[in-house]
């Protein structure tokens, strides 16, 4: 399985992160096709050569076409999607997919699915707090991670070709690990901050506070301005594991509290010195 | 009172923050003296032309000439400082320090002060993850605010002339509030994030998830490198307002995660709606 340029990508779902592999793909020289509800996103990147063909529905002839499709679908919709259109699907097309959960949805998906399409999992790792194909750019993949999600299904030869496409999109690291350790590890890296950024801006009203903002609390509370829509359904999908990690990160502030309450400066050293410690493994990368 | 640049300029404490103020001054012209403890310091700072003179220890002479005193000291230090030394101020000086905590030290120096020397306190709210002379930079103030906390003993010329250093220092805001409104807003919107910063590295080892980290986990703990000695103090200082933060943030935090329990996805998209509107007061600044 390679990737090569004259293969025919079918993108659907093209928000700010279909719109982004859009523009990241379409500059190798791949025909782009999409298929959005929303028409005024299809006209918006056929306008601006985002991409070569669009439809606001799925049509049976560039489905049949596509070698490869990518799914930029909110997990519950992407099920379904799959359940009713893959009888379109061309024998031997690789799928991919960019949801933030896994397990979720990887399982269910490779259960469903045709046996002659294989569905490789993988989750870009970047991000911005605006939507839609208007706000995408590739340039939001170069500092990021791309994450290759496989399950025992997965062949050897998909591995590969999807960790080809997280280098070709320009994403700078590129790992693989199980659906298990992805949402474990995003559960923490990802959701936990996003609930710690609401919670700071949601337990009092603090907005006359502005004028004295600190860089500390704009870098924690940048991502306050959260999609609601879609990040209520990835904690939903991601329950278990966000909810022991709000557990823990809840008592550890207990901890810091009570030695606060206590005066215990050197217990509160300590901790400030761990932390700092464990940060360094961060500013390397 | 007015800012002259003919005026003798002492910085007491020649750290990350006195040296950014001494290089920010040199700039204008003023003369800028400098005692730190650390020889080190004061030679680096000599070398490089960001003091024009330098002392290791209180030099009656130069403590004598000084216009203009800065205390870029430690708070419990800073008060100790001013109880031996005052004798050497000149007659008319006036006093001004850094400091990240107001109550605990403002009405105590202000009491233990002569009378014909004036002290009004200011808090730059700029920082660095890194520390001394040597890291110092007036660029730090250029995106800050400037905060002036009179108490009632300050003469209104004393509250212009600080407005206006904060000015010349080159702070994009400069704003005045009172001691007690000052260590309020400073435990949310500071102390309170650090804490935040801290027990999301301390609640359990996970720095083998540095490979994947998102910008949101690398923007929550930026400041989760921090300097134990000095946080410390600054979280002890202010220890009921930074109490009572901690404890209206757990209980948002406890609110989120029983929404979360329950599947109540609208109780949780409220939650991220308010919280991106509130968000949107800070965007402006």
Known sequence: ???????????????????????????????????????????????????????????????????????GLYPNVFKQWIADNQKYFKSGAIITDVTGVKQCIVYDIQSILRDDVEFIAAHPMAGREVYGVRNSTEKMFRDANFLVVPTEKNTPGAVEWCKELGRLLGFINVTVLSPEEHDKMIGFVSQLTHCIAVALMTCSDNTHLADYTADSFRDLTRIANINDNMWSELFLLNKEALLSDIDRFMAEMQTLRDLLESDDREGLRAKMRLSTERRAAFNKK
Do not use: W
């Open 1 to 71: 399985m390679k990737l090569l340029n004259t293969q025919n990508i079918m993108i659907v779902g093209l928000g700010l992160m279909g719109g982004s592999y859009a523009k990241a793909l379409k500059r190798l020289d791949f025909h782009i096709c999409a298929i959005d509800t929303n028409s005024d996103s299809i006209d918006f990147a056929l306008e601006n050569g985002i991409i070569d063909e669009g439809f606001t529905s799925p049509d049976p002839d560039a489905l049949g076409k596509a070698d490869i499709l990518i799914f």
